[in-house]
């Protein structure tokens, strides 16, 4: 459902690739030219969050940036998780101005 959404730069212009190997990890969504991450979080995040945050701050010292979505925030509100998206895109990119 999300991939549908940003998938052949239709988000913006933005350009993402899914299943992205960095460092050690497969990153969900990768929009390489914002150095931005999504993340699709189900039910085994509570049990993985402490992991998960190891993790964000290993991919943050490689200029990412990481921002989480819960699977059923994109099904029940793909609407407002597009705006984030594009929001935190729009934000990388007047940074690199």
Known sequence: MFWREVRGRL????????????????ADFVCESAKLIIELDGHQHADTENQDLARTAILETKGYRVIRFW???VY???DGVMIEVLAELELANNREL
């Open 71 to 73: 699977n059923h925030d």
């Open 11 to 26: 988000l913006g212009g933005f350009k993402f690739r899914r299943q992205v190997p960095i460092d050690k990890f497969i």
């Open 76 to 78: 029940d509100n793909l």
